[in-house]
């Protein structure tokens, strides 16, 4: 095979690639959508993270976030949409994702498995609080973003 023939192959690949990323994001809207509340609710429980406080607070959540803080693609809980993750800028402000970024997600589909994500949230809601964790601050924690979940929820609506 000739070089300008492989070329061809490999980028309609990738674009085929890239394509049923998008489209299995997409396609779990549903599941998305359930993200901020669970992220919400089992935050604290086995320790606190990062990614569920996106979740709850920006309605993002950040696919390879513990392994690579500087990814620069999350997911929009409210469609499911690969967005270009820029740190400050709010959700309608941020472009689709790269290209080369989406390909990269392809060898960690497991990161933006919307089913498995939202068991695994709930399966920590279900977790009991630890020992160390005063009850009180946990709630004033959860009361404090309710609103924000609350207006994600009507963002969803109003999509």
């Known amino acids: 095979m000739n070089f300008p023939v492989l070329q061809k192959s490999i980028e309609q690949k990738i674009g085929t690639v890239m394509e ?5 994001c997409g396609d779990q809207r549903a599941l998305w959508q359930r993200v901020p509340t669970l992220a919400l609710e089992a935050d604290g429980r086995q320790g606190f993270s990062d990614a569920k406080k996106f979740a709850y607070r920006d309605g993002i959540w950040q696919p390879l976030w513990e392994k690579d803080t500087r990814f620069p693609v999350c997911v929009d809980l409210r469609t499911g949409e690969l967005l270009q993750y820029i740190y400050g800028r709010q959700i309608d402000e941020m472009e689709p994702a790269l290209p080369e970024d989406v390909l990269r997600l392809a060898l960690a589909l497991d990161s933006i ?3 498995k994500i939202v068991e695994d949230l709930d399966y920590a809601t279900r977790q009991p609080m630890p020992s160390h964790m005063n009850p009180v601050d946990r709630e004033r924690n959860i009361e404090f973003y309710r609103p924000m979940v609350a207006e994600f929820y009507r963002r969803v609506a109003g999509r």
């Open 113 to 115: 498995n919307a089913t």
């Open 20 to 24: 049923l990323i998008r489209d299995f």
